[in-house]
């Protein structure tokens, strides 16, 4: 009994101690623990595979697995669910806003009501819709008749392709095609030109570097610096110097100006890298330079007023004057071409690789458009088809998705100076029929990645009674600063230096007044794009000041863009409509106080589906200019 009493005693004092703290430190019998956060957080590879194994998103994937009326089960969706896991992303089908709230609950179950994700995740969209068109390339192979043809009465017998005639290979390419048609030319090539013997000799064809430095008129780039050493050329000596474009040296000021263009050689016999510059270099016979798509030192391709192209693997040979400068041996002083052959009539890849294996069989693409075939271009990305050797190489008459290697291994063979961030799509033979197919890799700055269509989205997801992504934009301003809006100035007047800026006791503020002065101007305030793609009926409001000036509606306007990429100057706004008060007047400040009002809900359904950026103008003339201040903006759907 003693015992019994004894534990009773020990139960009461507990209770009675626990009750006492609760009652001094945590505020007493009503004591409610909260834990409300606003977090910007990126989901891991870790977290899509959760995603994927989490029990309530399982059973909502299977909930799509629904047969129609002949029984049959729509698996689309379901598959879709489990492909997250794979791809380490979501994609068209299963979206982020339908499986992220359930593993919010799970990862972050102490969480309260009133918390904010800014979740941060990837998408995949897909392979680019482009390459679709590659799925009805057809293979053209050129017959003895055909190259009989290039080469021409006298020459017949000669069956492969040379830089002297492959710019002719379209002219035995049939003569009519659908447009846009692709053909996938197979051909033969080497890089010297034959000899076909007969008559005294002066009429057989040589290439650029057969014979002497004298025979043929001008130096090889490590003939010219050797020639430097020995002093035989000396600084203003007018001389000729041929080689292969390796490197465009910069898109230089004086294309602009001259319509002359700067870019290294090579030596073309020892493939050794004696540089050479031809220093605003001008095209054949001192013709200009009429374009210069140029993108980086291995990416640019020059147009000459007559419709040349000029590319990195072509070969040249240039006249100029000689010098030297900063230790770079180089033609100078109106230098320009005098001779040139390009490497093939679509621009290949490295300089190096061009000078030293460009014999074998090749495969070109071409496309039909306006009555005439021209080399295949798109701008997305470097096109190339994979040859015939690479096929006997690894013993396959085509290839299959899982043979991404042997595609990849061909790019970092056939582009060794490409650029990170770039581009390149490989049309390959994908059946034993003959049927083609394309894949996109991106090269990362190691390797060649496929291009799944990986976009990055953030999405703002909240916590009531459920997880939700009913928030697309929230920004308070204040205690977090300027965050990613973005300040664009049209119109400055002096002493102006800006006009919008960060207030931490009022927001951004916006005013065109300095030293007891008002002047003119304009400048923007804008938002990070917002993502409507899944919104309902969304709304947008903010909190506002505006004081020093009676009319508002002058200086101040909210507008919204679908295009906007950077410049407010170069894309399309719609202002919104000021909301109207229960009398009928405008729900605008008076410009007579600092008190800030809410702006009301502006209705934003018509723009759900698109991606925007709403902006805050402000503007002024002369002599008059109020301040505008805005906090607590949000886009969002309407509460319940």
Same mark, same amino acid.
């Given at each position: 009994?003693?015992? %019994?009493?004894?534990?009773?005693?020990?139960?009461?004092?507990?209770?009675?101690?626990?009750?006492?703290?609760?009652?001094?430190?945590?505020?007493?019998?009503?004591?409610?623990?909260?834990?409300?956060?606003?977090?910007?957080?990126?989901?891991?590879?870790?977290?899509?595979?959760?995603?994927?194994?989490?029990?309530?998103?399982?059973?909502?994937?299977?909930?799509?697995?629904?047969?129609?009326?002949? +029984?049959?089960?729509?698996?689309?969706?379901?598959?879709?669910? !489990?492909?997250?896991?794979?791809?380490?992303?979501?994609?068209?089908?299963?979206?982020?806003?339908?499986?992220?709230?359930?593993?919010? +609950?799970?990862?972050?179950?102490?969480?309260?009501?009133?918390?904010?994700?800014?979740?941060?995740?990837?998408?995949?969209?897909?392979?680019?819709?482009?390459?679709?068109?590659?799925?009805?390339?057809?293979?053209?192979?050129?017959?003895?008749?055909?190259?009989?043809?290039?080469?021409? &009465? #006298?020459?017949?017998?000669?069956?492969?392709?040379?830089?002297?005639?492959?710019?002719?290979?379209?002219?035995?390419?049939?003569?009519?095609?659908?447009? #846009?048609?692709?053909?996938?030319?197979? $051909?033969?090539? =080497? *890089?010297?030109?034959?000899?076909?013997? #007969?008559?005294?000799?002066?009429?057989?064809?040589? @290439?650029?570097?057969?014979?002497?430095?004298?025979?043929?008129?001008?130096?090889?780039?490590?003939?010219?610096?050797?020639?430097?050493?020995? @002093?035989?050329?000396?600084?203003?000596?007018? %001389?000729?110097?041929?080689?292969?474009?390796?490197?465009?040296?910069?898109?230089?000021?004086?294309?602009?100006?001259?319509?002359?263009?700067?870019?290294?050689?090579?030596?073309?016999?020892?493939?050794?890298?004696?540089?050479?510059?031809?220093?605003?270099?001008?095209?054949?016979? =001192?013709?200009?330079?009429?374009?210069?798509?140029?993108? *980086? &030192?291995?990416?640019?391709?020059?147009? *000459?007023?007559?419709?040349?192209?000029?590319?990195? +693997?072509?070969?040249?040979?240039?006249?100029?004057?000689?010098?030297?400068?900063?230790?770079?041996?180089?033609?100078?002083?109106?230098?320009?071409?005098?001779?040139?052959?390009?490497?093939?009539?679509?621009?290949?890849?490295?300089?190096?690789?061009?000078?030293?294996?460009?014999? +074998?069989?090749?495969?070109?693409?071409?496309?039909?458009?306006?009555?005439?075939?021209?080399?295949?271009?798109? &701008?997305?990305?470097?096109?190339?088809?994979?040859?015939?050797?690479?096929?006997?190489?690894?013993?396959?008459?085509?290839?299959?998705?899982?043979?991404?290697?042997?595609?990849?291994?061909?790019?970092?063979?056939?582009?060794?100076?490409?650029?990170?961030?770039?581009?390149?799509?490989?049309?390959?033979?994908?059946?034993?029929?003959?049927?083609?197919?394309?894949?996109?890799?991106?090269?990362?700055?190691?390797?060649?990645?496929?291009?799944?269509?990986?976009?990055?989205?953030?999405?703002?997801?909240?916590?009531?009674?459920?997880?939700?992504?009913? %928030?697309? $934009?929230?920004?308070?301003?204040?205690?977090? @600063?300027? @965050?990613?809006?973005?300040?664009?100035?049209?119109?400055?007047?002096?002493?102006?230096?800006?006009?919008?800026?960060?207030?931490?006791? $009022?927001?951004?503020?916006?005013?065109?007044?300095?030293?007891?002065?008002?002047?003119?101007?304009?400048?923007?305030?804008?938002?990070?794009?917002?993502?409507?793609?899944?919104? =309902?009926?969304?709304?947008?409001? !903010?909190?506002?000041?505006?004081?020093?000036?009676?009319?508002?509606?002058?200086?101040?306007?909210?507008?919204?863009?679908?295009?906007?990429?950077?410049?407010?100057?170069?894309?399309?706004?719609?202002?919104?409509?000021?909301?109207?008060?229960?009398?009928?007047?405008?729900?605008?400040? #008076?410009?007579?106080?600092?008190?800030?009002?809410?702006?009301? $809900?502006?209705?934003?359904?018509?723009?759900?589906?698109?991606?925007?950026?709403?902006?805050?103008?402000?503007?002024?003339?002369?002599?008059?200019?109020?301040?505008?201040? %805005?906090?607590?903006?949000?886009?969002?759907?309407?509460?319940?």
């Amino acid at each position: 009994m003693k015992k %019994i009493l004894f534990f009773l005693a020990s139960v009461l004092l507990f209770a009675s101690c626990e009750n006492f703290y609760i009652d001094q430190n945590l505020g007493g019998s009503e004591y409610n623990p909260t834990d409300v956060r606003t977090i910007d957080y990126t989901l891991t590879d870790a977290d899509y595979k959760s995603i994927v194994s989490n029990k309530s998103n399982i059973a909502i994937a299977e909930a799509t697995l629904v047969a129609d009326s002949l +029984g049959v089960v729509d698996s689309t969706e379901y598959n879709a669910f !489990f492909q997250i896991a794979n791809d380490l992303a979501f994609n068209k089908i299963a979206v982020a806003d339908v499986y992220v709230p359930a593993f919010l +609950g799970a990862k972050f179950p102490q969480l309260s009501k009133g918390s904010l994700f800014n979740i941060t995740y990837k998408t995949c969209e897909g392979a680019p819709a482009y390459l679709s068109t590659f799925a009805a390339t057809t293979k053209y192979t050129l017959s003895t008749d055909d190259y009989d043809a290039i080469w021409g &009465e #006298g020459k017949t017998g000669t069956y492969y392709l040379t830089p002297a005639t492959i710019m002719q290979l379209t002219s035995v390419l049939p003569a009519e095609a659908e447009e #846009g048609a692709i053909l996938a030319v197979v $051909y033969d090539y =080497k *890089d010297t030109e034959p000899s076909f013997g #007969g008559g005294n000799g002066n009429d057989e064809p040589k @290439g650029f570097f057969d014979g002497t430095i004298e025979s043929r008129g001008f130096y090889t780039t490590s003939e010219a610096i050797a020639a430097v050493d020995a @002093g035989m050329i000396v600084k203003d000596d007018s %001389i000729k110097v041929g080689g292969i474009i390796s490197r465009w040296f910069r898109k230089s000021s004086a294309f602009d100006k001259y319509h002359s263009v700067s870019f290294f050689v090579m030596d073309p016999v020892t493939g050794q890298e004696h540089e050479f510059e031809f220093y605003n270099c001008y095209s054949l016979d =001192k013709d200009s330079f009429a374009t210069f798509e140029y993108t *980086d &030192e291995m990416n640019a391709i020059c147009f *000459d007023v007559n419709g040349r192209e000029f590319h990195l +693997g072509d070969t040249v040979v240039g006249a100029g004057k000689y010098t030297i400068y900063n230790g770079t041996h180089e033609l100078n002083t109106n230098c320009y071409l005098t001779e040139w052959r390009p490497v093939s009539a679509t621009p290949t890849a490295a300089p190096k690789k061009a000078a030293a294996a460009a014999n +074998g069989k090749k495969t070109a693409l071409y496309q039909y458009s306006n009555g005439k075939w021209t080399a295949y271009k798109n &701008e997305a990305a470097t096109v190339v088809a994979i040859p015939e050797d690479v096929y006997s190489a690894v013993g396959f008459t085509y290839l299959l998705d899982k043979n991404k290697d042997v595609m990849t291994t061909f790019l970092s063979q056939e582009f060794p100076y490409a650029q990170a961030g770039k581009a390149f799509t490989v049309v390959y033979v994908a059946t034993k029929e003959g049927a083609y197919n394309a894949i996109e890799f991106i090269y990362d700055g190691a390797a060649f990645v496929e291009n799944l269509g990986m976009s990055q989205t953030t999405t703002t997801f909240s916590l009531s009674d459920v997880w939700g992504s009913t %928030i697309y $934009y929230k920004q308070y301003i204040m205690g977090e @600063g300027q @965050g990613k809006l973005t300040i664009q100035d049209v119109k400055l007047t002096e002493p102006l230096t800006y006009v919008w800026y960060y207030s931490a006791a $009022y927001g951004m503020c916006a005013s065109a007044f300095k030293d007891n002065a008002s002047y003119e101007s304009e400048s923007w305030l804008v938002t990070p794009q917002i993502d409507l793609s899944r919104a =309902k009926t969304p709304q947008f409001s !903010f909190d506002q000041a505006f004081n020093k000036a009676p009319n508002f509606t002058e200086e101040c306007t909210v507008l919204v863009s679908t295009n906007y990429a950077g410049d407010v100057t170069t894309c399309d706004w719609t202002p919104l409509e000021w909301n109207l008060n229960e009398d009928g007047t405008l729900n605008v400040p #008076g410009g007579t106080s600092w008190v800030f009002q809410p702006s009301g $809900y502006f209705d934003m359904s018509e723009y759900v589906g698109e991606k925007i950026h709403i902006a805050f103008r402000y503007t002024t003339a002369n002599g008059v200019s109020g301040t505008w201040e %805005i906090r607590n903006l949000l886009l969002s759907e309407p509460e319940n």
